[in-house]
């Protein structure tokens, strides 16, 4: 048996986790749960969304899967998500974005992997507000030492882009293709305009590129990007980007498979892994039994493939492909219209998962 964090989440979190924590059993992947809480619920008993004991069972574990968390809008402390990325330095974003059948979508036979940076980039939270002291110092500053001039009563963001932090993301791309038989990386930039930051990113890029010479490599401008992947993304493969045009291009993939329902998704780092959906906690549709489990599912899916049990994952991935594609047994959201009363809940969508694992 293999230790999991089951983290429960809040909102719809609870259901989808159990309908997960079912499927993923049903394949026979012997995982021992440590079922941990995070989020509102949790926070309204003990005064803290994040217990200590859950991260301690994360960190123990190494591996989680999470259900999602609502992060309260001005209530002062940090999203949980950003929290947990940061104290278990979860440096990679993994994004799978692949094409079901029976998913509405414009697009068909769509396969590609998202690696997001996590840790840089203008994500990093080094920001400046417009106005304050130490944000005057630093313009004076930059004016004095730089050509280009920045006006005052600027706010400012930093973009810190390092050799350590590109390497080990590329690397990690390339990794990951070759672990999932996968042929090509595709390394997205703006060099041609942000030299220092993002054409640092290009030459770690090719640099890793060459020690990892059996598998194909490219670049990309992001613009240009985003163009090719809405014309012709059948020619991308592992796309590597630095954090903001990871964020931007996961969800534009997302969109590419017909959207939240079935965008799974992962956060890996060398202290340990956390999967989760795309989407988040839904409040407003808590505890009716009634949104999509295949989101967490196929984080799940992820996950075991993480821990080398491919088998399972297959098995488990099928069988939600192929009640997807029945139609029959699905929530209201994969129904063509969305009052549609032969939609089922989120547990019987679960079980029909089981059944065609089971068969
Ligand atoms: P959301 O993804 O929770 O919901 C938006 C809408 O999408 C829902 O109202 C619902 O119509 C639909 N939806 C989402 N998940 C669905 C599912 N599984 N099945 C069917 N329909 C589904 O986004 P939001 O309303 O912007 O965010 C709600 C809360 O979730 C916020 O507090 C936000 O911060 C948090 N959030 C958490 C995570 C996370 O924990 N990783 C991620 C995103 C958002």
């Known amino acids: 048996m293999t230790d999991v964090t089951l983290v429960t989440g809040d909102g719809i979190g609870p259901e989808i986790a159990e309908a997960t924590r079912r499927c993923i059993d049903a394949t026979g992947a012997e995982i021992n749960w440590l079922i941990k809480e995070a989020g509102t619920d949790v926070m309204e008993r003990t005064g803290t969304p994040l217990p200590d004991e859950t991260v301690e069972a994360i960190k123990k574990t190494g591996i989680a899967l999470k259900a999602p968390i609502t992060t309260p809008v001005g209530t002062g402390f940090r999203s949980i998500n950003v929290h947990l990325r940061q104290t278990l330095d979860l440096y990679a974003c993994l994004r799978p974005c692949k094409s079901y059948e029976g998913v ?52 400012i963001t930093i973009k810190p882009i390092s050799v350590e932090g590109s390497e080990r993301i590329v690397q990690f791309a390339f990794d990951h293709a070759r672990k999932l038989g996968r042929k090509k990386v595709t390394s997205v930039h703006k060099a041609n305009i942000m030299k220092f930051t993002d054409g640092l990113w290009l030459e770690v890029s090719r640099e890793v590129a060459k020690k990892n010479s059996d598998i194909e490599f490219e670049d990309r ?49 060398e202290k340990g892994a956390v999967f989760e959906a795309t989407h988040g906690s839904a409040p407003k549709y808590k505890g009716q039994n ?53 939609a089922v809940g989120t547990s019987q969508m679960a079980d029909a998962i089981i059944e065609k694992i089971k068969n």
């Open 290 to 342: 009634k949104v999509n489990p295949a989101a967490l599912i196929l984080s799940g899916v992820m996950m075991l493939r993480h821990m080398g049990k491919m088998a399972e994952a297959d098995k488990l991935e099928n069988a939600v492909a192929a009640v997807i594609a029945e139609g029959k047994s699905v929530t209201y959201d994969m129904k063509p219209h969305r009052d549609d009363p032969t």
């Open 104 to 155: 509405r979508s414009r697009y068909t036979d769509i396969d590609l992997v998202v690696v997001r940076e996590n840790t840089e980039d203008c994500y990093a939270g080094v920001e400046f507000q417009r106005g304050k002291d130490d944000t005057d110092e630093l313009i004076s500053w930059v004016n004095k030492h730089s050509e280009k001039k920045v006006r005052e009563n600027s706010g």
């Open 221 to 269: 401008i992001v613009d240009n990007m985003c163009m090719q992947l809405i014309q012709k993304p059948e020619l991308y493969d592992v796309l590597v980007l630095p954090n903001l045009y990871g964020d931007i291009i996961s969800d534009l993939c997302a969109g590419l498979v017909g959207g939240l329902g079935v965008a799974p998704g992962g956060n890996i780092g």
